[in-house]
Nanobody, 118 residues
């Protein structure tokens, strides 16, 4: 079992910055990707940024150039640096870990509220 614990959400003004952290623990192996998703009420969860096994990162078009995903592998911790935040970035942000070979499993953090005021 894998546990993901998020921290770093909060309230920030338009144009501000926040950094989210996600600490992973447990039986971690064959990680395919780790990433960040977000969700607003009434809408499906959407991918924000993914850090893949090959070291490449993918970003949603809406955050490209403003958000940066990074990892500290020694500490099993992932970060999302969010700059130039906009009110439309307001959402609950979830960290995700996908692992496994023939059978893949997704694990999720508890969610962190990010609110950007205009």
């Amino acid at each position: 079992q894998v546990r993901l614990v998020e921290s770093g959400g909060g309230l920030v003004q338009d144009g501000g910055s926040l950094r989210l952290s996600c600490a992973a623990s447990g039986y971690i192996f064959a990680v395919n990707h780790m990433g960040w998703y977000r969700q607003v009420p009434g809408k499906p969860r959407e991918v924000v940024a993914l850090s893949k096994r090959d070291g490449n990162a993918n970003y949603a078009e809406s955050v490209e150039g403003r958000f940066t995903i990074s990892k500290d592998n020694a500490k099993n911790t992932m970060f999302l640096q969010m700059n130039s935040l906009k009110p439309e970035d307001t959402a609950v942000y979830y960290c995700n870990l996908n692992q496994g070979n023939f059978r893949t499993v997704d694990y999720w953090g508890q969610g962190a509220q990010v609110t950007v005021s205009s």
